[in-house]
């Protein structure tokens, strides 16, 4: 009995001491009272408190139990939803990049990939701003960035390939961007130095080679370029007549469902990730409409773009999708739309895997399109929980941080953000943006109102 009652008290005791732990987490921050989305599973936990040291959570715990870890700083979540930051994995920083920063941020998007290193007609040294951010020196998102873009002539021989992927890995660029048709031996060169030196290589497809040609990148940018590629037949690479007709019929071809399986089928086994994009090819129509550009002159967050932006892009004048001869109408960009849907929704269901981008250009407001991106996937026909998987599971998996980030749990990095409304209700509410963490830095309402405000009277 006395030897029961021994081991009783002992793991009373150990059980304690277990829990008491708490007591002796240091902390920098602290998020109380907040829900947490922790990304493993489609449910918010409630009324939980989160602790970051040194850039890392390092407790979740029940905010019953959040007064034993003794924490520099602690902010009320004021039962808020927790999540992780949203990424924007397909940007052009072509003007004023603090600006452009501030209004990711307050959207909550803590990562983005510049996807030309030239971007800004050479002006605006990105490879720069990436390491002042990383070193807090510029307030922005985690900044990636590719390099030139490759295809065509460029790289023209075996020897231009290794000495353009040398200069990635001398300079550090985060990826390979391959723009345009190139020749196959080239092609296939870049693929295996690229692997071999350890980068990413993303592109458009290569139109003019069957489709599994394109299949060997590390991920496809614009769920459209499926639109112009095709299992067997290589499209007219120069005759823009021809071209208009091969990716006409390839759309309608992809309306049949068996060879729309087929597709899907190549896609899933090749491993390859797939960045849609569907913002901007839906802006696209708009862009070409009449009516539509007219009626975006009353939208109020356009009051974000600089003015000199916004005349552009609301001006026929000088709207390239307004100029005379421009092949698409809205119609048929909307008719393309639910082609783009149902590879959406289908290449999703087999496992291949999402990201989120939006190529934020035109009239297309840096963090407020990764929104608009997310609505559209879900109208494809994924869950708001799917649809949140690809812009931070999905890409932390994609750059080789499973576990360490894109989540919300001990030991991931600490990059998050707060919401007023649940996103897993609905999806439209990601915009209700109330505090972000980032970087070893919180941004709290207020902050948030500063950036945005900063934008619109830059």
């Keep these: 009995m006395y030897k029961t009652m021994c081991i009783a008290l002992s793991f009373i005791f150990l059980s304690s001491c277990a829990i008491d732990k708490t007591a002796n987490i240091e902390a920098d921050y602290i998020v109380e009272n907040v829900n947490v989305i922790a990304m493993d599973k489609p449910v918010a936990k409630n009324n939980m408190a989160v602790a970051i040291k040194e850039g890392k959570i390092v407790a979740i715990i029940s905010q019953s139990r959040a007064h034993k870890i003794n924490a520099n700083k602690r902010v009320d979540g004021e039962h ?5 930051g949203l990424a924007d994995m397909h940007i052009h920083v072509r003007w004023k990049p603090q600006t452009m920063f501030n209004l990711f ?5 803590t990562t983005v990939a510049n996807m030309w290193l030239l971007d800004g007609d050479g002006a605006i040294d990105h490879l720069q701003l990436r390491d002042q951010i990383a070193a807090g020196e510029v307030v922005g998102p985690r900044y990636l960035v590719g390099g030139v873009f490759l295809g065509g002539d460029f790289p023209a021989t075996l020897a231009e390939v290794e000495s353009v992927l040398d200069e990635h890995q001398k300079k550090r660029i985060d990826f390979v961007k391959i723009h345009d048709d190139i020749d196959s031996d080239i092609y296939n060169a870049i693929i295996a130095g690229a692997k071999k030196r350890g980068l990413n290589v993303r592109g458009h497809a290569q139109r003019n080679k069957p489709l599994k040609n394109s ?13 112009y590629v095709s299992r067997d037949t290589p499209f007219a690479a120069d005759n823009r007549e021809e071209f208009l007709s091969d990716y006409r019929a390839n759309a309608e071809r992809l309306l049949d469902n068996k060879y729309r399986a087929q597709v899907v089928n190549d896609i899933a086994t090749s491993g390859i990730y797939v960045d849609p994009t569907l913002i901007v090819y ?3 129509g708009e862009w070409a409409s009449d009516e539509h550009l007219a009626a975006m002159r009353n939208n109020p967050e356009l009051e974000y773009l600089p003015a ?12 390239p999708y307004q100029e005379e001869g421009f092949p698409l109408t809205k119609a048929e960009v909307d008719h393309n739309l639910k082609i783009l849907f149902l590879l959406t929704k289908e290449l999703h269901d087999a496992g291949v895997p999402l990201l989120t981008g939006t ?6 407001v840096p963090g407020l399109s990764l929104h608009q991106e997310l609505s559209l996937f879900v109208e494809a ?5 799917e649809a949140l998987k690809c812009s931070t599971v999905n890409v932390a998996n994609y750059l080789g941080e499973k576990g360490k980030a894109g989540v919300i749990q001990v030991g991931a990095r600490a990059d998050f953000i707060l919401l007023d409304k649940n996103p897993l209700i609905d999806i439209r509410n990601t915009r209700s943006v109330s505090g972000v963490y980032t970087n070893a830095r919180w941004f709290s309402r207020a902050d948030i109102n500063e950036l945005l405000e900063s934008a619109r009277h830059h």
């Design 359 to 364: 190529d934020t250009f035109g009239t297309l």
């Design 80 to 84: 808020r939803y927790l999540m992780p």
């Design 308 to 319: 000199d932006v916004r005349e552009h892009w609301l001006n026929p004048a000088t709207n």
């Design 215 to 227: 299949l060997s990148l590390n991920s496809l940018e614009h769920m459209e370029e499926f639109l």
């Design 381 to 385: 026909g994924l869950t708001p929980f």
């Design 105 to 109: 941020l307050a959207q909550g998007v």
């Design 282 to 284: 839906k802006m696209v």
